[in-house]
């Protein structure tokens, strides 16, 4: 009886102490947020025609900006030269965020807009 309750406790401290899955809330990283609303559906008979086109044009307008984003990274991925630029870049602007200087951190463009093969 003993052995089963030391069993319980040791699997009881085991489980609420575990922490192997879950990352600590301060080295959560938001990477690339989009601010789409979420759409239930419940009052969408209410919307007028019009509201609808126009949910419709901003859901395509964000598809297609996400899927230029795709393309760029795809493109970037498939140059070795431009992903040697990129990861300089990128060094570059993790120091200005590590000396302290958010600002000219925030204002540096790590992707460039260059022309892919297709334009």
């Given at each position: 009886m003993k052995v089963l309750l030391y069993i319980t406790a040791l699997l009881f401290a085991v489980i609420n102490c575990s922490s192997a899955f879950v990352a600590p809330a301060q080295n959560r990283v938001t990477i690339a947020?989009?601010?789409?609303?979420?759409?239930?559906?419940?009052f969408d008979m209410f919307m007028s025609e019009?509201?609808?086109q126009k949910k419709k044009e901003r859901?395509?307008?964000?598809?297609?900006?996400?899927?230029?984003?795709?393309?760029?990274?795809?493109?970037?991925?498939r140059n070795?030269?431009?992903m040697d630029e990129y990861m300089a870049r990128?060094?570059?602007?993790?120091?200005l965020?590590?000396?302290g200087?958010?600002?000219?951190?925030?204002?540096?463009?790590?992707?460039?807009d260059k022309?892919?093969?297709d334009e």
């Open positions: 947020s989009s601010s789409t609303a979420v759409s239930m559906g419940l019009e509201e609808r859901a395509q307008r964000e598809r297609d900006e996400q899927e230029k984003v795709q393309r760029e990274i795809l493109e970037l991925r070795p030269e431009a990128a060094a570059v602007r993790r120091k965020y590590m000396n200087m958010e600002d000219e951190a925030k204002k540096m463009k790590v992707m460039t022309p892919t093969q």
